[in-house]
């Protein structure tokens, strides 16, 4: 997986980009087709304002956008990527789901407890 990082406005610190790495690093795991990761700290919303934004894209050219805005890098990092699990999540129950609506449902409906 391919990850970027950029600051506008703001100098990215060795700890910045390691903890942005970490956490988009887990990504995969909830949706496999993810092939690159693109995080932009931005530090014009004001003072002490901050705003991450986190660009997942995918197979499919599938692209998912989770957005941010706090007080510090580190927190709008965890906000954005828990909003972008949501998303990765969703879309991979919603494939799931589509790849397998179609099969025989004689298995799924004759079972009954007696």
């Known amino acids: ?9 703001i100098t990215i610190t060795d700890a ?5 790495e970490e956490k ?11 092939s690159q990761v693109e995080v932009i700290v931005d530090s014009s919303r004001g003072a002490n304002k901050m705003s991450v934004e986190i660009i997942a ?9 989770a957005t941010e805005a706090g ?20 879309q991979k129950t919603k494939e799931r789901d589509h790849k397998h ?6 298995s799924a409906g004759s ?4």
């Open 1 to 9: 997986m391919r990850f970027t990082i950029t600051g506008k406005h």
């Open 71 to 90: 007080d510090g890098a580190l927190a709008c990092i965890d906000g954005a990527v828990h909003k972008l699990e949501q998303q990765l999540r969703k």
């Open 16 to 20: 910045i980009r390691a903890y942005a």
């Open 57 to 65: 894209r995918g197979e499919h050219s599938h692209v998912f956008v």
């Open 24 to 34: 988009t690093s887990k990504l995969s795991r909830y949706y496999d087709g993810v």
């Open 101 to 106: 609506k179609g099969e025989g449902s004689s």
């Open 111 to 114: 079972t009954q407890l007696q």
